[in-house]
């Protein structure tokens, strides 16, 4: 029995009364239009995922803090730890069809999330990088690992007395960096990050960002998103260089994936 409240008003299509249900999300939140993706944890566990992890306790669903909801996922990285080949504990989405169909030459996606970075969060003691999300390319059919950096990266960084949120891209493996946003962030606060993207192996692919509303990019920063004309997919948590001695852990969650900012913001 469906609460009344939680039912849409009726619908008149084509003649055709309809009931359209729009159940509450655990969340507490209203469905929203145009979302293909939702990671918020609400099931209590990581459902709806895929992920690379050195133990199970790497990614974990907790309580606290939380962006929205119950739930969150905490990703924790030990010293030496190693999932995949590399020291990194990162969700994937599961329904890998997604990113494949709608990501490939020419497609637009827009991706949302929220990121707590804690405020014991340590400081590596040197110039290891540490990422919190990649579009990668996908490895050919057959093969099970893509060497050389992904297309895009978003970097954590402390430089020159400041924590900052890096977005970088690259034309191709070989091409130098490309920084494509940078800004001051703090630790201890939830940060919300806002990506559109078209995927193309032209120039006429982009990328523009938000971070907590305001623009990360400016405006969208055209260039070459894909490699290949195959799709990229996401990897979210944490990737770092090896040789940092200190466990971090870093939260997550309200990740989207949809046709519009409307659809994906945290
Ligand atoms: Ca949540």
Redesign the pocket.
Known sequence: MVPRKALAPLLVVSGLAIWTSLVASP?GGTPRPGVWFRG???TGGLDGWRWDRPRGDSIQVVTQP???????ARVTLAPGDTAASKERAELKIGDQDLERLRGGQGGEMWYGWSVLIPADYADPPGDQFQILAQWHHRPPEARAQVSGPPPLTLHFTFYQGQHLLSLIGRPSPQAPRRTLAARPVRKGEWIDLIFHIRWSTGSDGFVEAWLNGQPFTKGKVYGPTLYKPVSNYLRIGLYRGRGIPTTNHVFV??VRIGDSSRAVAP
């Open positions: 969340a918020d944890f609400e939380v962006r929205k909801g119950r739930y969150a969650d309200e």
